[in-house]
């Protein structure tokens, strides 16, 4: 069964910077696709960023310009450089991986921006 495992979430002031990782296990395939989103209290889930194919980047356009995705395929992990914070950036924040058209969610990592 895929695990996904999130870490580097917390909490930081407007302005500050983080930096999410989420390493996948359990499978030898390589995910088709892998990302983040984020649910703020009260409101839906979100995309944040995702790479596609290791190749197709998407970013939320709330987040371009901010925030960086990346990811090391062989590894099957990837990371969310989140620069520039602001209050509304807070959030659960989930990795997305997708393996064999199916999806897999990790645990959720709450990033509080606040002064």
């Known amino acids: 069964q895929v695990q996904l495992v999130e870490s580097g979430g917390g909490l930081v002031q407007p302005g500050g910077s983080l930096r999410l990782s989420c390493a996948a296990s359990?499978?030898?395939?390589?995910?088709?696709?892998m990302g983040w989103y984020r649910q703020a209290p009260g409101k839906q889930r979100e995309l944040v960023a995702n790479i596609v194919s290791g190749r197709s980047i998407n970013y939320a356009e709330s987040v371009k310009g901010r925030f960086t995705i990346s990811r090391h395929n062989a590894e099957n992990t990837v990371y969310l450089q989140m620069n520039s914070l602001k209050p509304e950036d807070t959030a659960v924040y989930y990795c997305n991986a997708q393996f064999d058209l199916l999806p897999f969610w990790g645990q959720g990592t709450q990033v509080t921006v606040s002064s």
């Open positions: 359990g499978t030898s395939v390589s995910a088709y696709s």
